[in-house]
Nanobody, 115 residues
């Protein structure tokens, strides 16, 4: 059974940092493209960043470029999203996704940026 489990969310002040993790089990992790999405209240889910199986980060949303860094550890079946210089508009539920023959999503982790 494939499982994606996000962690690392929380409440942080503007300008602060968080690191999200997405632990994957039940798949040969290294073979697949992964991504982080987020969904703010009342808005559609949007793609934040994606990373190819070999570790090349191939996409960042314009709104997070130069602030967020996506990485993966194929040995530990985990993907990370380092988020720096956080802004209130980054507040959302963050989801990880694995791209395979069918969609796999995690349950989401809440990130709240507020003073």
């Amino acid at each position: 059974q494939v499982q994606l489990v996000e962690s690392g969310g929380g409440l942080v002040q503007p300008g602060g940092s968080l690191r999200l993790s997405c632990a994957v089990s039940g798949m040969i992790f290294s073979r697949y493209t992964l991504a982080w999405y987020r969904q703010a209240p009342g808005k559609q889910r949007e793609l934040v960043a994606s990373i190819l199986s070999g570790g090349t980060t191939n996409y960042y949303a314009d709104s997070v470029k130069d602030r967020f860094t996506l990485s993966r550890d194929n040995a530990n079946n985990t993907m990370y999203l380092q988020m720096n210089s956080l802004k209130p508009e980054d507040t959302a539920v963050y989801y990880c996704r694995l791209f395979a023959s069918q969609e796999y999503w995690g349950q989401g982790t809440q990130v709240t940026v507020s003073s």
